[in-house]
């Protein structure tokens, strides 16, 4: 099982999409491990998002993703990493094939609602920064059998 980091951007949140953007990765079987209604810290925003640091598009992120409240949640499953990129879409809302959130729900890179760890070195980066270990449910669901063969 991997574990991965998702955010529900301040669009997602402020355009009460929410409930929608969480349910996509729900339906499809991804395992909530954790969650919680934050307000990122400047600091904690550049640690997220240091690797982007010095890009054109920096100064502008570092801005949206502290605007206003998000919803930051560890989801598991098999392959989380990878489906959950899947099920968010192409960077570009424009490119996003669609089906995904990004395409469906979304028009512009610098507002595409929401957030997924791009690998796995950078899940096990990513999901200390927002939760601590004890925050972080593993636990069976009566489901499993039906979602995992
Ligand atoms: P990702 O979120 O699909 O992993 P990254 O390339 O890691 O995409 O970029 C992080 C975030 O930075 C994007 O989700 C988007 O919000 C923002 N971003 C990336 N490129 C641009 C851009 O060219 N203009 C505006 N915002 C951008
Ligand atoms: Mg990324």
Known sequence: ????????????????????????????GL???????????????QQLYAVHKGK??????????????????????????????RTMGATNPAQAAPGTIRADLALETG??????????????YEVPLFFNDDEILSYPRDTDRWIFE
């Open 56 to 85: 054109h598009f920096y100064e502008g992120l570092i801005q949206y993703i502290t605007s206003s409240p998000v919803v930051v949640m560890v989801l598991e499953g098999k392959d989380a990493i990878e489906i959950v990129r």
């Open 31 to 45: 395992r909530m491990a954790a969650m919680k209604l934050m307000q990122i810290p400047l600091e904690l925003a």
């Open 111 to 124: 507002r595409n609602l929401v957030h997924g760890s791009d690998s796995l070195e950078t899940a096990k």
């Open 1 to 28: 099982m991997e574990r991965t980091l998702v955010i529900v951007k301040p669009d997602g949140v402020q355009r009460g999409l929410t409930g929608e953007i969480i349910s996509r990765f729900e339906r499809r």
